[in-house]
């Protein structure tokens, strides 16, 4: 019956052959076979899609049967097309959301990361059909979104399906949702690594290989599915040499400035006309007409802001766009794709962004030095990229695999990463994040070293638990654990005590609750290995207590017995709930706590102010 202290060093060596780097099980290799076909599937939706807006693209503004990804402005059209077209496509995405499903409102990836985080990652079949369809409709009328954020809902309500008709748990169909999310997107820019990095910064939550390697995949097999079908090459090729000095990476500091500015500004944007939308006294099927109405009237100034724009975008990278239609661009574009969208229409944010951002930096090329063509447009472009989405790594990538000027890959991070500072510094939450909080939920996208992964049992539990042999009553037991002297207050607030035999090895456990309601029923006399419960849950001092926390909250306790690794009957310590949390204190003392490390020796420090020439003499 003794007490101890919280065990701070170990006298042998800790057994750790059951810890790895990373948690892996064998069925892995099952959900990445199940993820190959997803991301094939996810590749041909991708496809159809991007035909599909082509084709109705084709047939309202150029009056011709056409599967061609076209935009429209390109030569003269009818200004009640213009005006008209979107309006009449707002209206069919608002029926389709009244009377299909609500879901398909918006810009994918907010709806993909609300169907992971709060949905068990369930999507329902009808999404699958009518995303696809409502975004084709809603650009190929002129709608100035990406195709892409739709896809990345298509293709994850595929993965989502296809898991839901096997036996899976929550996280592999959350698994099998990403990989087709992110296949989809891999196969609609032909960016496998941009689409991962997606996937990893933005849907998965975790970084683990059973998640990755199923992702990478379904990526790695979408990618090659397209290839026949659209293309191996870089969607936006940019030619001609790089010139870069100092001075242009001290600009592109300036220029991801900038971005993350305009980051902010289009964000804004999005969320104050969805909240001007709320205020309408009509049903809010009627308010994607409506934000096609803004788009029309947006396509009468400047037509070429109208569709997906990839001609645009292009035209931005190789730097054979003018002045003109640049502020065009800048203003009209950043305008009727923020009110529109906050409309609750269907589309998506990369190419919008893609073609914001282009314009924001050729523009700055007319300022800055000459380092190459397009140069300045694709520092802005991932600048604004990483601001809105606030993944500067993913904005990197793409800019990168876009274009495949790897010579800027240095000039890109800076730029990202600048506008990333200048977006989480200034703004809460992203244009991806804000919608899921205004229906009452938080996200955080921080991710760290959780520090119940890094501190074993051994090291916070108290060695030497109060224990009871099997034959002393209930009533002693009880009295034991009712005084007020600080080592029986310590003894009362263990409430669990372990049962052993004349030889110390426990048999079982008793709570001070039964000690309690033995005296109160008059059996103060009953023996504690009576009323000793023999099911134990127990830890293992070599345990990290990340496990020690599942184990509890699987079996609904606060507290359990730890015992040798060796011998599983002989105790050897208590650990509580509250001993968990010195992982936690330990974590906020190294987030808080500051301490000058090393110091100037005073001998050197006063040889420094003895002669100001510098001579010791």
């Known amino acids: 019956m003794t007490s101890g202290e919280p065990l701070g060093a170990q006298t042998s060596i800790r057994d750790v052959s059951q810890l790895g780097d990373f948690t892996a099980t064998p069925r892995m290799i099952t959900i990445t076979a199940l993820a190959l076909p997803v991301g094939a599937v996810s590749a041909v939706v991708a496809w159809t899609l991007l035909r599909l807006i082509g084709l109705i693209t084709n047939v309202v503004f150029y009056d011709r049967l056409d599967t061609r990804l076209v935009a429209p402005g390109v030569g003269h059209h009818n200004p009640a097309v213009l005006l008209l077209a979107p309006v009449i496509g707002g209206l069919v995405v608002g029926l389709m959301a009244r009377f299909g499903s609500e879901k398909i409102r918006g810009h994918g990836m907010p709806e993909a990361i609300e169907a992971i985080l709060l949905g068990g990652s369930k999507v329902q079949p009808r999404v699958a059909v009518l995303k696809p369809v409502s975004a084709a409709v809603a650009i190929g009328t002129g709608g100035p979104f990406g195709a892409e954020g739709p896809i990345i809902m298509t293709g994850g309500a595929i993965g989502s399906l296809f898991a839901q008709f096997l036996k899976m748990t929550a996280d592999e169909r959350k698994t099998l949702l990403v990989a087709g999310a992110a296949a989809g997107m891999a196969a609609t820019f032909n960016t496998p690594f941009a689409a991962l990095m997606l996937a990893v910064e933005l849907l998965l939550f975790e970084w683990r290989p059973r998640s990755y390697v199923p992702v990478a995949a379904a990526v790695a097999v979408a990618t090659i599915v397209r290839h026949p079908m659209l293309g191996s090459g870089p969607l936006f090729p940019v030619t001609g040499s790089l010139h870069i000095d100092l001075g242009t990476y001290a600009l592109c500091v300036v220029s991801g400035i900038c971005a993350g500015l305009l980051a902010i500004v289009a964000t804004v944007l999005v969320y104050a006309a969805e909240d001007l939308f709320h205020r309408l006294p009509i049903h809010w099927m009627w308010w994607p007409a409506i934000g096609g109405l803004i788009i029309g009237v947006g396509g009468l100034i400047v037509p070429q802001a109208l569709g997906v724009g990839y001609n645009i975008i292009g035209m931005e990278l190789d730097g054979s766009i003018g002045l003109g239609l640049v502020v065009g661009i800048l203003v009209v574009k950043t305008l009727i794709w923020s009110l529109s969208l906050g409309s609750g ?165 008793v709570t001070r609750t039964q000690l309690e309601s033995a005296a109160n029923e008059k059996r103060d006399d009953v023996a504690v290995g009576e009323l000793a419960l023999t099911d134990v849950v127990v830890a293992d001092p070599d345990e990290i207590l990340r496990v020690v926390v599942a184990r509890m909250a699987e079996h609904a306790v606060d507290r359990m017995p730890v015992v040798d690794r060796h011998d599983r009957r002989r105790i050897v310590g208590f650990i509580t709930v509250t001993m968990l949390l010195a992982a936690r204190v330990r974590d906020l003392e190294e987030a808080s706590h500051s301490e000058r490390v090393l110091k100037v020796p005073r001998r050197l420090a006063a040889s420094r102010h003895a002669r100001p020439d510098g001579d010791d003499r």
């Open 345 to 509: 229409t269907s589309g998506g944010v990369l190419a919008p962004m893609f073609m914001i951002g282009g314009a924001l930096g050729t523009l700055e090329a007319h300022i800055f030095p000459a380092v190459g063509p397009g140069f300045w447009a694709l520092v802005a472009l991932a600048g604004v990229l990483g601001g809105v989405m606030r993944s500067p790594m993913t904005g990197v990538v793409f800019a990168l695999e876009l274009t495949h000027r790897w010579g800027a890959l240095l000039p890109l991070l800076i730029g990202a990463s600048t506008a990333y500072a200048v977006s989480v510094l200034l703004l809460r939450r992203s244009v991806l994040t804000e919608k899921i909080a205004r229906r009452g939920y938080h996200l955080s996208r921080e991710y760290d070293v959780d520090p119940m992964e890094i501190l074993f049992v051994g090291e916070v539990m108290v060695e030497g638990p109060l224990t009871f042999t099997g034959d002393v009553p209930a009533g002693d037991a009880l009295a034991q654990v009712s005084g007020t002297d600080p080592q029986t207050v310590l003894y009362r607030r263990q409430m669990l005590y372990p049962v052993v035999d004349q030889a110390g090895c426990m048999t079982g456990v």
